[in-house]
């Protein structure tokens, strides 16, 4: 398994998204994701707060047990599901108190990567990293990140940590994939490439539409994500993505590969991205998305599938 730098931690380019345990799996089917993930090579696990009410957070630190230590875990604080009304997740009072209660979730004393779930315009930039600076000095966490931050906010914030002598966020985890392009668009990478951000994708698979199990014109496999979420996986999928995804398909079978390994490849063969974390609630799936990650794509492959996509 390859491995790449995100800020001062060496994470595995697929790692996994642990957002399943606790809201889609129970704690047995997430040891026997974690287990295969470990066997897999994959080292870098993501989870939150928020991700089935702490559950996640749970799951994940009882299935790695004493293997805690071989490593490395990413958590986030902060997101609007978890603050009740009036709390900041920049404020560093929210910050020590949530840290708190993940680590007596995943039972454990530190965490290696910890992320500022949603931007939080109202505190002071500079606030939130002083604070994330004392936990680093303290050891209760070794690296720090923000999710969802927009161009403008990746640059405010360098500019602040810059400003008073802080470690800025190494790395921003946004939605992105071959269907979602917006950090190409929005400004994103651009930033990401001035400040030295490494980017993790989230929803690299589309939740499923992009692993090959969704055709146009055949009814959806009914224990898939995208059935049991009803209307909210409107989102995701309508016929004009999966007449795309054929396309993308052909594509790639004419080269010899499959759709999951072109959507997972269209990531790990990105210069910014640091690691691809997939979810997956089956062992199986883990070592598909593995075996998926190794097509080098070049940028030519990737100038043809923008004019595939393009129709």
């Known amino acids: 398994m390859e491995h790449r730098a995100l800020g001062e931690l060496q994470v595995s380019v697929v790692g996994l998204g642990c957002n399943n345990f606790g809201m889609t799996i129970d704690a047995d089917q997430t040891k026997l994701v974690v287990d295969a993930a470990l066997d897999a090579g994959i080292n870098y696990f993501d989870t939150a707060e928020s991700y089935g009410q702490g559950q996640s957070e749970e799951y994940l630190g009882r299935a790695l047990g004493s293997r805690r230590s071989d490593v490395l875990v990413a958590s986030k604080w902060g997101h609007d599901v978890s603050l009740a009304e009036g709390e900041r997740g920049g404020d560093p009072v929210q910050i ?27 505190t002071p930039a500079a606030e939130t990293l002083g604070c994330l600076a004392d936990l680093r000095a303290e050891g209760k966490i070794r690296e720090i990140g923000c999710t969802h931050f927009s161009a403008a906010e990746l640059d405010d914030a ?6 008073s002598g802080l470690a800025p966020y190494p790395s921003v985890q946004n939605y992105y994939s071959l269907l979602t392009r917006d ?23 589309e939740s499923g539409l992009l692993t090959g ?16 979420w009803g209307d909210r996986a409107d989102r995701f999928i309508d016929d004009d993505k999966l007449a795309t995804v054929g396309r993308l398909t052909d594509w ?26 997939a979810g997956a609630t089956k062992p199986e799936q883990i070592e598909a998305n593995v075996a998926a990650s190794m097509w080098a794509l070049t940028a030519a492959d990737r100038a043809e599938v923008d004019a595939v996509m393009a129709g």
């Not at 360098?158 to 400003?163: E, F, G, H, I, P």
């Not at 490439?193 to 989230?202: A, C, L, Q």
Request: proline letters at 7%.
């Open 96 to 122: 020590r108190a949530r840290l708190e209660a993940s680590l007596r979730r995943l039972g454990t004393d530190y965490i290696d990567h910890y992320q500022l779930h949603r931007p939080d315009p109202e």
């Open 183 to 205: 950090p190409e668009n929005d400004g994103v990478f651009d930033a990401c490439e001035r400040n030295g951000v490494s980017f993790v994708p989230y929803f690299p698979l």
């Open 252 to 277: 790639a079978e004419s080269r010899g590969h499959s759709i999951l390994e072109l959507a997972m490849s269209w990531h790990t063969s990105h210069p910014l991205v640091a690691s691809v974390i």
């Open 158 to 163: 360098a500019a602040a940590a810059s400003d």
């Open 213 to 228: 199990k969704y055709k146009l014109g055949e009814a959806r496999p009914q224990d898939s994500r995208l059935v049991k």
